[in-house]
């Protein structure tokens, strides 16, 4: 197996979509000193918009140049002969999960011996990538556990960040060592539990900004305002006992303490004054039972009683 140069050296780097992630992680190895050699993407606009982004001309994948597998770039010298080489040595595919495979197969005939690519798709692991390895390349599935609403909150918070790294045993310390180059740590994440690791991220990212939202509502149908002004400093308080004490050990409230009455005053009020918000309550409120119970702090009868009075709120 052939491998491209390793990430500490020079890399000529391409990328294919223009997403947030894939975007931002070119730009940061420009930064360290790699060479962005094109960017393609779906739309005209898109590429372009991240190709002024990384300095680097669009690419034409449908007209490739004759006599090798460089694309057709419309502005700028070729930097060296690839005649004999591949389109880069390291190709992002910046695309969304369900454009991975069919990118995958667009672009195999770039890639080959010398050549990595690389998705950010948390949930998926190889498979979409197998045009590129039975063309020779090598694969690798890079997935960040951040949020990156754009591309100027990516490259300030991907430095930093864990990454979750599923790569074939050659490929291993390659894939971590590029990690590295953005100012990531890595793990390694066996590619048939890529789900959990993306449903973890999931849960905890998206989870969080949802009962945000939920318990904003509950202020707001209070006649409370400015609601998040008021929750900041709980949910702070919340975070530095999850990471002082772990999160079993700071789980607390009604739930946990099996109030059934309190449990039960809540649901009337937000029966009567928003009821839109009665079933959101009861599912958290039914998500924090059974985190109390996972952890040890619920016993079985607790759990029967106060889990009746959730139900039936559901239910109704």
Known sequence: MTLPPPPSSS??????????????????????????????????SSARRAAATLGAPVA?????????????????PARRDRRQHPAADVILI????????????????????????????????????????????GACALHPV???PSVAAALERLPGSVWGVTAPPH?????????TEVGGTSVDVAGPVRPLWHAAAVTASNGLVALLHTAE??????????????????????????????????????????????IERHLEVIGATAPDLAEPYAAAAALILAAGRRAGKVEGRTEASVLALLNDARDT
């Open 60 to 76: 034409d994948l449908d007209s490739p140049a004759r006599g090798g597998r460089r694309p057709h770039l419309d502005a700028g």
């Open 217 to 262: 509502s509950l202020l707001q149908a209070a006649g409370i305002e400015p609601a998040l002004k008021v929750l900041g400093p709980l949910v702070e308080g919340t975070l530095a006992n999850v990471w002082g004490r772990g999160p079993a050990e700071a789980l607390t409230g009604p739930a946990v303490r099996g109030e059934a009455a309190t």
């Open 11 to 44: 890399l000529e780097v391409a990328l294919v979509g223009a997403g947030r992630v894939g975007t931002a992680v070119a730009e940061l190895l420009r930064r360290r000193g790699h060479t962005v050699a094109w960017v393609a993407s779906r739309t005209e």
């Open 171 to 179: 490929l291993a310390a390659w894939a971590h060592e590029l990690v």
């Open 94 to 137: 910046g695309a969304g999960d369900d454009a991975i495979a069919e990118v995958a197969a667009r672009i195999a005939p770039l890639a080959g011996p010398g050549t990595v690519v690389c998705h950010f798709a948390g949930a998926l692991g190889l498979e979409p990538l197998e045009p590129v390895v039975s063309a020779g390349a």
């Open 146 to 148: 951040q949020s990156c």
